[in-house]
């Protein structure tokens, strides 16, 4: 029977073979090619994202350089804004003392001034108190001495 059926399907069972060899030579073929091609891609897709994380990279570099530069420049400058208030801390510390001290000598300067004055003024009075003691001059004279007194105490404490 074996014989029989190679001799009446022999033939087209060979061919369906062949056939089915050619299919699968193809078939391995184009999985080849569809191989190459997908791996052909994927190494693509790979080149590009890598291109694109490497420009993200440069990108992130750069703007953490600018970043530090920036800190640094920021940094310089609260430096020079702190040793600026303490030099001007220290400037109006001593403007301070300076013109306290002249205030003082000012201040003591004028009692000094005035202590003069009233010691001037109560010699005058003691002076002109003995004269009208001494002269027996009448309550109009001394009336009229006490208003000059008055009028020359005011010219004083106006200069």
Known sequence: M??????VF??????????LKELQQQMNQGL??????????????QQSTQQH????????NNIDRQHDDNEAVLKSELDALSSEHESLVS????????????????????SDS??????????????VSNELSSSKTDRKTLAH????????????EQK
Not at 2 to 7: A, C, E, F, H, M
Not at 55 to 60: K, M, S, V
Not at 91 to 109: I, Y
């Open 2 to 7: 074996k014989q029989l059926r190679n001799i």
């Open 10 to 19: 022999g033939e087209a069972q060979n061919q369906l073979l062949a056939q």
């Open 32 to 45: 080849k090619t569809l191989n190459k091609e997908l791996s052909d891609k994927l190494d693509a897709h």
């Open 53 to 60: 994380l490497d420009e993200l990279a440069d990108r992130l």
């Open 91 to 110: 400037s109006t510390q001593k403007d301070f003392k300076a013109m306290d001290e002249a205030l003082g000598n000012e201040a003591q300067m004028l």
């Open 114 to 127: 005035i202590d003069k004055k009233v010691a001037r003024l109560t010699s005058k009075l003691d002076n």
């Open 145 to 156: 001495l006490l208003a000059t007194m008055a009028t020359n105490l005011e010219d004083d």
